[in-house]
Nanobody, 118 residues
Framework: QVQLVESGGGLVQPGESLRLSCAASGIIAGGYNMGWYRQAPGKQREMVAVISAGNTINYDDSVRGRFTISRDIPKNTVYLQMNNLKVEDTAVYSC????????????WGQGTQVTVAS
């Protein structure tokens, strides 16, 4: 019954922007550590941005200054604003929630494709 649904991916040219959304149900996103991860073909999954239940935010060095993670409590939704996109940002972006009993519960969305190409 826990569900994370990502949206907002697409095809853009280098330098353009996208805004990803992660709509949570079955959990209160404000009480979980929420994050965006990405995986490109042939690469390991990597953390892009996380926001903790205490509102501590961390970014991967490759996106710091270009991406912004935020959380809308009333909408139970987490966003990733991606500006100045680069070809290297091409990947499937997935939403993650971590929390629950002893902080051991982890949930993943189905992912949304972001393709940056000229």
């Amino acid at each position: 019954q826990v569900q994370l649904v990502e949206s907002g991916g697409g095809l853009v040219q280098p330098g353009e922007s996208l805004r990803l959304s992660c709509a949570a149900s079955g959990i209160i996103a404000g009480g979980y550590n929420m994050g965006w991860y990405r995986q490109a073909p042939g690469k390991q999954r990597e953390m892009v941005a996380v926001i903790s239940a205490g509102n501590t935010i961390n970014y991967d060095d490759s996106v710091r200054g270009r991406f912004t993670i935020s959380r809308d409590i009333p909408k139970n939704t987490v966003y990733l604003q991606m500006n100045n996109l680069k070809v290297e940002d091409t990947a499937v972006y997935s939403c993650n929630a971590r929390g629950g009993w002893f902080n051991r519960d982890t949930y993943w969305g189905q992912g949304t494709q972001v393709t940056v190409a000229s």
